[in-house]
């Protein structure tokens, strides 16, 4: 039993032309009108599929596939939506892959005692809500509900009134359910795999994530004759921080990385003296201590900064996800598709945040991993070969058979 | 012959509930519809005041009271437009002062040989459209027509598109027109008036200013999986230099002011290493060799920057306007009015650019200052208190009877 690699192609040049940038990337940011247009077609696919489709309270979309038996399904599935300039892979490969994988059940007529599925997550790249991940995160009971339902995006919008406005706000309660595994397929997003000449990775968990808000007040004024002396300026304290996250990974080294990504100047016009500054670091590190490191020399270089320019400054440190192990079963059923598949593979850890990594906190998961060019995402460069998606969702299909206790006489079709 | 205190003060409140924010100040950016409103609302009172109202290819609005003599006249003006967050004063009073002598030479019926007239100039904060002061660097042919068009908002709308969504696309040629005399009444916007218990400054010009554009082109990638000594982040190389901008004005020291105003990052997301990032350099100083001197520094902060974190940098230093000296009869009327006023007053040089600056190659110019609280400006804080304000404005009343050639009957009843 393998997928379908014209057909799994064809849905992802559709649902790649929805959102698609002029230079052949996607801009379909959570809770758009090109995102509801993307859902609708994965919908409607799931639908045509034969799939029990449900909506819930977070807009997560549900697919299931019956199975033979009264058991938990095993589910797979990513995040439909992208960065503002992202890529085709990010996410919604790994949402066509799980569909590819039912539509081969399907045409295969495979029967499995446990339910087979798909889920399409909402905001997991917290480009326009923060934090990301935030629908497993509150399926996962780790994100009230009520917290993430009042996220709002820089103009002002809640997240809640949002998933309404694109008819995704769904009653089915965003909790843990049961359920036999949960598998997500995704872009490496980092070099190894490339490196490594190998088209899977076989992912045994996740970094430690923190994310941390900078807000520098200091006082706005005239560009022109304030003299130096008397300055407060908010950008100069947010610069020196910026240089100064860079300096900590420099100091602490290792696998530690740490990210300014975003930087929000008040009022931001060349003829005035930045009244306000407000920004984003991201520290990864497989070792929670390493991050607690960081956090604390953050505190300090913030301060410093402050104290030097005479201005007041914040630091929220408002999101944590730590380091994820994902379950032994469901890893070995991964590495033992890709061995019936014969491909290259390598143990792995994710250094990018996943739906997967709020998913382990409520039943046995694992990811696969395909090689992305030079190592690239969240950008419109973003490329992974064909050849390397095809080995991919193959081992979608043969872990998640297997882990659905697809019986000999499907197994022996599948294998 | 005085100015009448109460009618200004009430024409202040009027305009300035025009774009008024929560916090009290002025929200009113050039080309706006609240730009329009307040256009509206001036050209009515002007029109209310028998002036002779057009508007030009720029959408400055003038508005002239006839002399007895064909003569060219004597010009008073300043801008309507504000900064995001900015105050009621820096602008908009010069308009108000400059329409409240009109209406005080028509209840006197005072007769000048110089027709009197008034000027209010488009997008003078240069907060929406690059550069500042576009509208009088037209009129002194400084910036041609075609570029002051064709310069675009942070989303892309044209200059000229919006003048004409407001209406205020004019025929009127714009360019240098026969004057005897152009006076602006401003704020100061520095500490200088305050700190010495002056309530007027007489202007002897205006200090050299030069606006710099730098672009850094990054490589944007993941924040999660992408080794650090790989990475080419824009907006460290964005820090390091707006750290430099603060060091290039503590080396040269002297009168040098330096400012990073606005910094924009691309995608500005927190989990996306910045692909590009783009500021703002305003240096500003008495002496042009000065400028010359930072702008070089600043060139080899850039490329040093660069260098370090791998990537591509460009600098535009895209307007300049040099050191002005205001004209010697005109400085000597103000100065002759705040003696006949009897109130504090001392020579002063402006730090901030004013359309009095491009108006000085026009024709003779001088400016009137007023104090600011606390020095400051471009921000909801900034205020002048009325009795200031009214030997300001007195001072313009004076100071233009006195250039428009009062004779010695309106003379008599002016002083």
Not at 237 to 250: H, L
Not at 321 to 332: C, G, K, Y
Request: hydrophobic share 40%; glycine share 10%; net charge negative.
């Amino acid at each position: 039993m393998r997928i379908n690699r014209a057909r799994l192609a064809e849905s992802m040049d559709a649902l790649g032309r929805i959102g698609e940038t002029p230079r052949g990337g996607l801009n379909r940011v959570a809770l758009t009108d090109d995102d509801r247009r993307g859902r609708d077609l994965l919908v409607r696919w799931m639908k045509e599929a034969g799939l029990a489709v449900t909506v819930d309270q977070m807009g997560n979309i549900f697919g299931v596939r019956p199975g033979t038996e009264a058991r938990p399904p095993v589910f797979m599935g990513s995040h439909a939506d992208s960065v503002p300039t992202g890529g085709k892979y990010d996410g919604q490969l790994g949402v066509l892959c799980a569909l590819e994988t039912l539509r081969t059940l399907n045409e295969r007529g495979a029967r499995t005692p446990h339910p087979v599925g798909m889920i399409v997550f909402t905001n997991e790249e917290g480009a326009r809500f923060q934090p990301a991940m935030i629908a497993s995160g509150v399926m996962a009971g780790k994100i009230p509900l009520e917290d993430a339902y009042n996220a709002r995006d820089r103009d002002g919008r809640r997240l809640v009134d949002e998933l309404e406005r694109i008819g995704y706000l769904g009653s089915e309660p965003c909790v843990p359910r049961p359920m036999r595994a949960y598998l997500e397929l995704h872009i490496e997003q980092g070099p190894i795999l490339e490196e490594e000449h190998l088209p899977l990775g076989v992912v045994e968990g996740i970094v430690a994530i923190a994310w941390s808000r900078v807000t520098v007040h200091g006082v706005q004024d005239h560009a022109g004759p304030t003299p130096m002396r008397t300055r407060h300026d908010a950008l100069v304290v947010a610069a020196e921080v910026v240089g100064g996250v860079r300096q900590i990974a420099r100091k602490i080294g290792g696998d530690l990385v740490a990210t300014v990504g975003r930087l929000d100047v008040v009022p931001n016009i060349p003829n005035a003296i930045p009244g306000r500054a407000s920004f984003s670091v991201d520290f990864r590190d497989p070792r929670e201590s390493t991050l607690d490191r960081a956090l604390s020399m953050l505190d300090r270089v913030v301060r410093a900064a402050a104290k030097r320019e005479g201005v007041r400054a914040e630091v929220e440190h408002y999101w944590r996800v730590p380091r994820t192990f994902f379950d032994r079963e469901v890893v070995d059923a991964v590495e033992e598709a890709a061995l019936t598949l014969g491909c290259g593979h390598r143990r792995i850890l994710s250094g990018a945040g996943h739906d997967a990594q709020y998913m382990a906190a409520i039943c046995p998961t694992g990811m696969i991993f395909v090689p992305s060019r030079a190592g690239r995402s969240h950008c419109e460069e973003e490329f992974t070969d064909l050849d390397d998606i095809e080995h991919g969702a193959n081992a979608l299909l043969l872990a998640c058979a297997r882990l659905a206790g697809a019986g000999p006489a499907t197994a022996g079709r599948a294998l």
